[in-house]
């Protein structure tokens, strides 16, 4: 019977990272990764080309190597103050150690060197100002821009370094249970029995409603999580010019007047395309990406509006809870996205095939269907949204005309919170939960860091 030192369960960036620091540190241990979807390679989404989603089985945007993050934007946030709750875990000090760590890592496997948001320009100070007078909180957070074409390529140049440095790596292998015994992990269930002394879950967002599963299965200490449920805006390029060239990605937070909520900008993406993920029971959410080259660029920019709701007892389902919502605009959608203007969302009415066709910023997302999301969002989520847009239109004049154009629903699942001790082990001995899909982060940075941490913990 072979027995592996770690079993890695997803192959996103948390548990990339994680066999990569592992290896380092100890070369000769043995690690089998098992991953749901594809291989880079593999991945490919024939909706990029044909416009048309033919179902694939798993969804090679959301699943395969390096996660949902192989087909994103590929922004990498080296602030320690965005992209999740690291810190708390490890520390500030030690977590922005090791966003420089992991940041030049990904340049040696090609990122680009150019970092935006660092610069106290002009730029930056009128922005800052405006934020301020508009009682928005503009998070000033260093970005480096991967871009999705260039992500791609990173992660494929990552995929084979593993390979080569004897990281077993198992594709369209998704793990089904694991193996306990007397409280101690034993191994996984996924093609066969795999064993381990040490399994370790790094199974994303994708992955995150499976997890809670087996947290509730094997009664491993979770706690309820806040769930982020919004909208995708789009406007044209013109619009957004002066935050996207002086900080690329802005971080605005807004604490609505009507209810105090919390609503934040998100992804953002100039010159981008608007996106569909499929999630289980071909569940379609809205997202972006935008390509690093300049003739891949469209003529317009989108990013997210999200509100984030943190429930009390009894509710303990965020992220069913997210679902629901996105199963509603499914419903009235045909299983696509749904997209409305702004003027028809503030007047409480559908937009119409007739309106969108004559509105002055065209959609990227062409399959979106025209709608209402005044049927799908809960009121007080509109309300927050609303009251956002009016705010940004005060830094970003223009983001509240009639033609903007608002699609939903995206939603975040990150919301299966896993109790953590030291070495981000659960309260099974030797079974460990790493990045979003545990809670703990919330982008690409902060989960590859979580990789890095856990390795250098466990080997001490």
């Known amino acids: 019977m072979k027995k592996w030192d770690y079993i890695i369960v997803g192959a996103g960036p948390s548990g990339i990272f994680a066999a990569l620091e592992l290896k380092k540190l100890d ?22 080309t044909t416009g048309k989603c033919v179902g ?42 090791l966003i420089e760590y992991v940041d030049k890592l990904y340049i040696k496997f090609g990122a680009d060197k150019k970092v935006y948001g660092m610069d106290e320009s002009e730029g930056i100070k009128s922005i800052r100002k405006k934020a301020i007078e508009s009682n ?5 957070c260093p970005i480096r821009h991967m871009g999705t074409e260039v992500g791609n390529t990173i992660y494929a140049e990552l995929q084979k370094h593993l390979q080569e440095i004897g ?38 967002r994708e992955g995150s409603e499976w997890f809670k599963a087996i947290c509730e299965k094997y009664e491993i200490d979770t706690e309820v999580g806040d769930v982020d449920i919004g909208v995708r805006v789009e406007t044209r390029r013109e619009i957004t010019r002066e935050l996207d060239e002086n900080m690329y990605e802005s971080k605005l937070v807004y604490y609505t007047p009507t209810f105090d909520d919390k609503v934040r900008t998100f992804c953002n993406n100039p010159g981008g395309e608007v996106s569909t993920e499929y999630y289980e029971d071909n569940l379609a959410v ?12 469209t003529k317009n920019t989108n990013f ?98 009639n033609g ?22 659960t309260n099974i001995s030797s079974l460990y939960a790493l990045g979003d899909g545990a809670g703990i982060t919330r982008g690409l940075m902060q989960a590859s860091v979580n990789g890095v941490s856990f390795a250098r913990q466990i080997m001490e």
């Open 27 to 48: 070369d000769s241990c043995k690690i089998l990764m098992l991953e749901k979807g594809n291989p880079i390679g593999k991945r490919t989404c024939p909706k990029r």
């Open 56 to 97: 694939c089985n798993p969804c090679n945007i959301t699943t395969g190597f390096a996660g949902a993050g192989a087909w994103s934007d590929g922004k990498l946030s080296l602030s320690e103050e965005v992209g999740g709750n690291l810190p708390s875990y490890i520390g500030r000090e030690e977590t922005k150690k």
């Open 136 to 140: 928005l909180n503009l998070i000033e």
């Open 167 to 204: 990281v077993e790596l198992s594709f369209r292998n998704p793990v089904k249970d694991i193996l306990i015994e007397k409280g101690t992990i034993r191994g996984v269930v996924a093609d066969k029995e795999h064993y381990a002394d040490k399994v370790v879950v790094s199974v994303g």
């Open 286 to 297: 809205v997202n972006g990406h935008s390509y690093k080259s300049e003739e891949k660029k």
């Open 304 to 401: 997210a509006l999200l509100v984030t709701k943190h429930f009390t007892e009894p509710f303990n389902s965020p992220i069913a809870y997210g679902k629901h919502i996105a199963k509603l605009g499914n419903m009235l959608s045909g299983n696509k996205v749904i997209v409305q203007r702004y003027e028809d969302f503030r007047r409480g009415r559908r937009t119409t095939v007739q309106r969108l066709g004559r509105n002055n910023i065209v959609p990227t997302l062409a399959d979106a269907v025209p709608g209402d999301l005044s049927l799908v969002l809960p009121y007080r989520i509109m309300k927050d949204i609303d009251e956002m847009i009016k705010a940004l239109d005060n830094i970003v004049p223009g983001i509240a005309s």
């Open 404 to 425: 903007t154009l608002l699609y939903g629903v995206e939603v975040k699942f990150y919301s299966n919170r896993v109790k953590v001790g030291k070495n981000f082990e």
